[in-house]
């Protein structure tokens, strides 16, 4: 038999001075609760000056809200703001069933999503941390339901039953091995950054569209089905940062990375323990800011990604806006202004555009060179054909003639073979000159 559905009661203040949108961030919430397959079955909010430090709701409010807990036999109080321990035993207290918060859910579905060991951990650490203190002598009210409680549920062996010193041992053994898996990603970056291959990341709120269009990128240029990653209309499909190599027609090639989504009061923790991966975003060479144009709060979105990225140390790095959805509004697609493109990933319309302003951002080192090649450097011819763009071929009596576009440091490094350099972006006469 399947374990019945954990019905809750959203609660939210909006305080004087509050500087996000509380009416979306309770409909966030609403989300936030399905996506833990949590059935809502009521909402109180109040408009107070500040949250009430000890019960976060009035007393007013609190009598209210019992009332309904009564009537609907609800199981949880989900709160829209953090909660602290005291607040999390007198509102247990006082009402009799769990108490969680917005945090609570995002871990939550953090924990549900992660798929890869390193992800597992890394939620698994932020979950630990911020719940120690919340574990740590509250009322244990789901123990009549065989500890089926929200805050219990998928912990395993890290349940109310253990001490805290049991589980700031879990953290210090779950860091350990972290570690050993952060070195390793150090050393595969490392490796990319010898390859000379530029980086870009795409971010953006969660649920934008990020890994569409990185599935579209490689279906459009790898023509290949079984290197896509997963995607699916829900909140935080992607955990993992994934990276794929692109490769343009005219051999241009990048690495692309699909990075966990952000949202509204993304938890602290969940940065924290996430920092190793989304050092990959901070050390990228250009960004495609993701965004979901057909959402009228969009605007607000992209605030919340500038904001989380700057907190994980992003900064001077070049940035791409793909708005994405752009179907479901009245704009005509594609459009590009300046660095923006207005596309529709699902129906691969501006895409193209999309990799014309990589390519602006990435490529413009790249230079045009005519090459003599000795005959007996094959290695060379091999290495222009794979690493480079090559125009044109002609043969002569002491070696081969290739005119090619390659990036700036392959030029400086086989200098000694170049015998003209030309404008890429008009070569037209020297086509002429090589037949």
């Given amino acids: 038999m399947m374990d019945e559905k954990l019905k809750g009661i959203l609660v939210g203040v909006d305080y004087?001075?509050?500087?996000?949108?509380?009416?979306?961030?309770m409909e966030e919430l609403r989300g936030l609760a399905f996506a833990c397959d949590i059935e809502v079955v009521g909402e109180i909010t109040q408009n107070m000056d500040q949250i009430n430090?000890?019960?976060?709701?009035?007393?007013?409010?609190?009598?209210?809200l019992k009332g309904l807990i009564d009537y609907t036999e609800a199981d949880l109080l989900i709160a829209n703001d953090e909660l602290s321990p005291s607040q999390i035993r007198v509102l247990e207290d006082?009402?009799?069933?769990?108490?969680?918060?917005?945090?609570?859910?995002?871990?939550?579905?953090?924990?549900?999503?992660?798929?890869?060991r390193e992800a597992k951990l890394q939620v698994e650490v932020a979950r630990l941390q911020y719940m120690l203190p919340r574990l740590v002598g509250r009322k244990m009210y789901d123990q009549q339901g065989g500890g089926a409680g929200f805050a219990n549920r998928g912990a395993g062996e890290t349940g109310l039953e253990l001490d805290r010193r049991k589980i700031e041992d879990r953290i210090s053994s779950l860091k350990k091995e972290l570690d050993v898996l952060t070195s390793r990603r150090k050393i595969q970056r490392k490796k990319r950054e010898r390859s000379g291959l530029p980086l870009v990341s795409l971010v953006g709120y969660t649920n934008a569209g990020k890994s569409t269009i990185m599935n579209k990128m490689i279906e459009l240029f790898q023509g290949s089905l079984d290197k896509q990653v997963f995607e699916k209309d829900m909140l935080f499909a992607t955990l993992e940062t994934s990276i794929r190599k692109i490769v343009l027609p005219d051999n241009k090639i990048f690495l692309l990375t699909d990075t966990v989504g952000f949202i509204n009061k993304l938890p602290h923790h969940l940065v924290k323990a996430f920092h190793s991966t989304l050092e990959e975003v901070a050390e990228a060479d250009l960004l495609i800011h993701v965004v979901d144009c057909s959402d009228p709060r969009y605007e607000t979105y992209i605030e919340v990604t500038n904001k989380t990225l700057k907190e994980i140390g992003v900064k001077d790095i070049p940035i791409i806006?793909?708005?994405?959805?752009?179907?479901?509004?009245?704009?005509?697609?594609?459009?590009?202004?300046?660095?923006?493109?207005?596309?529709?990933?699902r129906e691969k319309i501006g895409l193209e555009e999309l990799i014309n302003l990589v390519r602006k951002n990435l490529f413009e080192d790249y230079v045009c060179c005519e090459f003599l090649i000795p005959f007996?450097?094959?290695?060379?011819?091999?290495?222009?054909?794979?690493?480079?763009?090559?125009?044109?071929?002609?043969?002569e009596e002491n070696g081969t003639l290739l005119l090619v576009e390659c990036r700036a440091s392959d030029y400086e490094r086989y200098k000694e073979y170049v015998i003209r350099t030309d404008n890429c972006m008009d070569n037209s006469s020297t086509h002429n000159n090589i037949s």
């Fill in 16 to 25: 004087r001075n509050r500087e996000d949108d509380f009416v979306h961030l």
């Fill in 321 to 345: 806006y793909a708005f994405n959805k752009a179907d479901l509004t009245d704009i005509q697609i594609p459009l590009v202004k300046d660095n923006v493109v207005y596309l529709s990933a």
């Fill in 376 to 395: 007996d450097r094959g290695d060379l011819m091999s290495y222009f054909h794979e690493k480079a763009s090559v125009l044109k071929v002609a043969y």
């Fill in 53 to 64: 430090s000890s019960h976060y709701l009035g007393k007013g409010k609190l009598e209210e």
């Fill in 94 to 116: 006082k009402l009799g069933i769990e108490a969680i918060d917005r945090t609570m859910l995002i871990l939550d579905i953090f924990a549900r999503r992660a798929r890869t």
